[in-house]
């Protein structure tokens, strides 16, 4: 029993363990399994997260990367704004000092720079450049001299002009133009920089470049261009300004030689009027002078013809005669003479008066009837009857007439016509109309009919007798009465003489 139980319990413990060790056995395979899994899990998961981090990792390389373009793209932004302003303020003067004063400090630091420096350039004789400074913001006095000095040695400043395009220590290319680059970094203390030569329609006119010291602020991508689009903008004001000075000097120029000239003509028509004061006063004495001699060779003549000393045979009468026609025609002449010097020279005074012309007319067309008639030819007057009076001196204005009416009948073929007409014009004035249908006065004579002893030369007026003195005469009265005188005229139609005499109120 014992035994049994024994044997019973070992079959048993041994039974227990083996299905203990079997279900261990199968648990441990199942575990294994399961562990297996899991590892498989854990490396997919580690795998996953690897990615993740990765992902992460990335996420914050470009947010970082975003933030640095957002970065430069307001400082771009702001950039633009502060150029657009400077734009204006460069663009509204004319003055070249102005332009580059404008450029101030506080500009430049929204440009998002420490320090800025600019030279215009001037041209020695030996062919080198010589600098002249025009903006300093963030150097001393004598940093900037000294960096005067140093560019004006240096060959720096022929490799950029040379290279004629914007340049940065951002974008330094090789050779040459990055060892200039490198040099002005040194020279102007500079950690970063942009910088542009400035150009005008001439050339290049002087250099710009804007920077940072420090190396926390670094220059970005645009900026070579807004300081290359800055210098073009100062390239277009200088251009401007010194558009606007060679207009205003030449002005200033012109000004000073209408001055000048001004003087000259007035200096020469006081000495013309002075020759002509002579002139005026030379004829009137010699016209005084001429007179009366011929008034005593009129005198004998006319008492040689008279037959009061006795007769004279018909031949020497005929000759005695045409001694006293061309005395009368000299006589007439120097009249003419002394009245025209006279009236130049303001001695006949006028006795300006309200003077009905119709009955002016009629007087003189009274006098000039028989050679009117002598020549058959047809004489109209058309006065309108309200056509009020005109302010005139009544002899001086039949001179007019007298002069204007003998030249219709001198200038006109037998059997033509002869017209009188006046009007009111605007301003208080008469216009007197004297119209004929005579031969007319070619055109390229029409202005100069009024000068002294000029007659027109034509074939037809050739054998018609006179002085050429009595239209001058005619200009000269009506002017004395601030009126005005001209002539219209068709050839071998006729002519009009139009003048204007002042209304009185
Ligand atoms: P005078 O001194 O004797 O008057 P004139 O008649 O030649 O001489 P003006 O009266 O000054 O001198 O005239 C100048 C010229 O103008 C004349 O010689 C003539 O050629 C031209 N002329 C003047 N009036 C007329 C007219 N009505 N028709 C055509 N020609 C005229
Ligand atoms: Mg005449």
Redesign the pocket.
């Known amino acids: 029993m014992e035994m049994f139980n024994t044997d019973f319990i070992l079959n048993f413990i041994g039974t227990t363990s083996f299905i203990t060790v079997l279900c261990l056995w199968i648990a441990l395979i199942f575990k294994i399994d399961q562990i297996k899994k899991l590892k498989f899990t854990l490396d997919k998961l580690k795998r996953s997260f690897d990615e993740l981090d990765e992902q992460a990792k990335l996420i914050v390389k470009t947010d970082l990367e975003l933030n640095k373009t957002q970065e430069e793209l307001d400082k771009k932004v702001a950039g633009l704004y502060t150029l657009q302003r400077l734009s204006r303020a460069i663009s509204t003067t004319l003055d070249e000092e102005q332009i580059f004063a404008r450029i101030e400090e506080p500009l430049i630091r929204e440009f998002g720079f420490e320090k800025a420096l600019a030279f215009t350039f001037k041209k020695v004789r030996d062919g080198s450049l010589e600098l002249n400074l025009r903006i300093q913001a963030g150097y001393s006095e004598e940093e900037a001299e000294k960096i005067k000095h140093n560019l004006e040695k240096e060959s720096i400043l022929s490799i950029i002009i040379k290279n004629n395009a914007p340049f940065s220590s951002l974008n330094a290319a090789s050779g040459k133009l990055k060892q200039a680059t490198e040099s002005i970094k040194n020279l102007c203390l500079l950690n970063s920089f942009a910088g542009s030569i400035i150009s005008t329609k001439d050339g290049p006119y002087g250099l710009i470049i804007m920077g940072n010291e420090s190396s926390l602020s670094v220059l970005i991508e645009g900026d070579e261009e807004i300081v290359g689009i800055l210098a073009n903008q100062l390239g277009q004001a200088i251009e401007n300004a010194k558009l606007f000075e060679e207009t205003f000097r030449s002005h200033q120029e012109l000004e000073r030689r209408v001055t000048e000239r001004t003087k000259e003509l007035t200096d020469a028509l006081s000495e013309i009027k002075q020759i002509s004061k002579r002139k005026s006063e030379f004829v009137s004495a010699v016209s005084h002078e001429l007179r009366t001699p011929l008034t005593s060779i009129k005198g004998y003549a006319s008492i040689l013809t008279a037959g009061t000393l006795g007769e004279i045979p018909p031949a020497v009468k005929e000759r005695i005669e045409k001694i006293h026609h061309h005395s009368n025609e000299l006589t007439d002449l120097i009249n003419?003479l002394l009245d025209i010097s006279r009236i130049e020279s303001g001695k006949v005074e006028m006795k300006i008066e309200p003077h009905n012309l119709s009955l002016i007319i009629e007087k003189v067309a009274d006098l000039l009837m028989p050679q009117i008639k002598e020549k058959q030819l047809q004489f109209s007057l058309k006065i309108p009857a309200g056509l009020g009076l005109a302010l005139a001196d009544a002899h001086q204005i039949e001179r007019v007439f007298i002069?204007l009416i003998?030249?219709?009948i001198?200038?006109t073929p037998n059997q033509g016509k002869i017209g009188i007409s006046a009007v009111k014009i605007p301003d208080n004035y008469l216009r007197i109309d004297v119209s004929?249908s005579?031969?007319?006065?070619p055109l390229e004579d029409l202005n100069k009919?009024f000068n002294e002893f000029?007659?027109?030369d034509s074939m037809i007026?050739r054998g018609i007798k006179?002085?050429?003195?009595?239209?001058?005469l005619v200009k000269y009265i009506i002017e004395a009465h601030k009126g005005k005188i001209w002539a219209t005229?068709k050839l071998n139609e006729g002519?009009i003489?139009s003048f204007t005499l002042p209304v009185a109120k």
């Open positions: 003419n002069n003998s030249n219709a001198k200038y004929d005579g031969y007319g006065i009919i000029y007659r027109v007026t006179g002085t050429g003195l009595g239209l001058s005229s002519s003489f």
